[in-house]
T-cell receptor
Framework: QKEVEQNSGPLSVPEGAIASLNCTYS??????FFWYRQYSGKSPELIMF????GDKEDGRFTAQLNKASQYVSLLIRDSQPSDSATYLC????????????FGTGTRLTIIP | KAGVTQTPRYLIKTRGQQVTLSCSPI?????VSWYQQTPGQGLQFLFE???????NKGNFPGRFSGRQFSNSRSEMNVSTLELGDSALYLC??????????????FGDGTRLSIL
């Protein structure tokens, strides 16, 4: 069983709609959760991070964490063509443990 | 504020050679982590350095090694290169102290091709 699982996609969403990206993890001791966006040929760019159960909003992005279900998600509201990229879910341990375990990523395409 | 800087951006080597990659973290960041990204395996953690000490290590063979200098800059070395070492090598930096929000920020990476 993979430690961090994501649907590889591709996920196609119409422009202006809400894109929903999901991630599950296996290590119950995980404490930190990150979403990175990676454009083709580029390096990962940090989008959101969340440490506590519940929702965290930043502009058009909302990260949701449910530790009991070992589930983390990313919602992108008012999707734009520039949001088309691969989204990587990363899971870390306690603060200061810098080892991140990444999912394989979900390829998102926003259709104009 | 300058981001994470990796050099060189591209490298071409042949099997059996060795290579050294360099990473300068964001100013004030003391933790440097290295990752390997390949199409088949995705992003995999190599190791992390903090205050010149290796603090975390992934599951890579001993041919992969690293070090960190007193100014937090880090180098990664791969010896006896194999074809399977062809990958994008990414460096990420963070504050690294065990106190709070600690997101890692990535450099542009070094793309290593083995012929």
């Amino acid at each position: 069983q993979k430690e961090v699982e994501q649907n590889s996609g591709p996920l196609s969403v119409p422009e202006g709609a809400i894109a929903s990206l999901n991630c599950t993890y296996s290590d119950r001791g995980s404490q930190s959760f990150f979403w990175y966006r990676q454009y083709s040929g580029k390096s990962p760019e940090l989008i959101m991070f969340i440490y506590s159960n519940g929702d965290k909003e930043d502009g058009r992005f909302t990260a949701q964490l449910n530790k009991a279900s070992q589930y983390v998600s990313l919602l992108i509201r008012d999707s734009q063509p520039s949001d088309s990229a691969t989204y990587l879910c990363a899971v870390g341990g306690v603060f200061g443990n810098e080892k991140l375990t990444f999912g394989t990523g979900t390829r998102l395409t926003i259709i104009p | 504020k300058a981001g994470v800087t990796q050099t060189p951006r591209y490298l071409i080597k042949t099997r059996g050679q060795q290579v050294t990659l360099s990473c300068s973290p964001i100013s004030g960041h003391r933790s440097v982590s290295w990752y390997q990204q390949t199409p088949g395996q995705g992003l995999q953690f190599l190791f992390e350095y903090f205050s010149e000490t290796q603090r975390n290590k992934g599951n890579f063979p001993g041919r992969f090694s690293g070090r960190q200098f007193s100014n937090s800059r880090s180098e990664m070395n791969v010896s006896t290169l194999e074809l399977g070492d062809s990958a994008l090598y990414l460096c990420a930096s963070s504050l690294g102290d065990r106190g709070g929000d600690q997101p890692q920020h990535f450099g542009d990476g070094t793309r290593l091709s083995i012929l």
